[in-house]
């Protein structure tokens, strides 16, 4: 059971490259989140799913795109990446039943822009 | 709106002596509070979480935290620090309908020998 995974670890973008940051859950969880982490700031929501092909905005979420199209994979996309989108990147997920649920975090994906 | 507050950016003990963790919240419903650890390079796990039931929650680790509804508060506590408790700290609320968290900025825990 290898709970909550992200890939890649890390990566470093050039201004404007696309990317795509895959995140995966094996305990069936309806519920996923994308949050970025910032010196100072927490955590902070970009986007997140309540269930198969269900998405919603979070916090902050100019400049990057989602999807569900599978359960228990959660896609976060950067089209055209820029220097303010350097940071951490951390995929969480929850069961849907009860309240309130436990988010379970991935390791975290270091994305740096130049 | 709902926010967390985290006072204290680096907080600094010697092994053996009280942590003291603070949180305060404003929330405008009754919130869901949760602490999570986050360790060098690692994810977040969650240490404890306050569901509306006992106001006194116990955690891994040896800690706990008491949710005080007149003070707005939710600190953590540990009564006796070891070495491997340094890490960031992260205060979150949520409340019922809304899945995701709000975090507060973050505690770094330094225990010193």
């Known amino acids: 059971n290898a709970g909550v995974t992200q890939t890649p670890k890390f990566r470093v973008l050039k201004t404007g490259q696309s990317m795509t940051l895959l995140c995966a859950q094996d305990m069936n969880h309806e519920y996923m989140y994308w949050y970025r982490q910032d010196p100072g700031m927490g955590l902070r929501l970009i986007h997140y799913s309540v269930g198969e092909g269900t998405t919603a905005k979070g916090e902050v979420p100019d400049g990057y795109n989602v999807s569900r199209l599978k359960k228990q994979n959660f896609l976060l996309g950067l089209e055209s990446a820029a220097p303010s989108q350097t940071s951490v990147y951390f995929c969480a997920s929850s069961a849907s039943a009860g309240s309130p649920d436990t988010q379970y975090f991935g390791p975290g994906t270091r994305l740096t822009v130049l | ?113």
């Open chain 2, 1 to 113: 709106a709902q926010s967390v507050t985290q006072l204290g950016s680096h907080v600094s003990v010697s092994e053996g002596a009280l942590v003291l963790l603070r949180c305060n919240y404003s929330s405008s419903v009754p919130p869901y509070l949760f602490w999570y650890v986050q360790y060098p390079n690692q994810g977040l796990q969650l240490l404890l979480k306050y569901t509306s039931a006992a106001t006194l929650v116990k955690g891994i680790n040896g800690f706990e935290a008491e949710f005080k509804k007149s003070e707005t508060s939710f600190h953590l506590t540990k009564p006796s620090a070891h070495m491997s408790d340094a890490a960031e700290y992260f205060c979150a609320v949520s409340y019922t309908g809304r899945r995701a968290l709000t975090f507060g900025s973050g505690t770094r825990l330094q225990v010193q020998p």
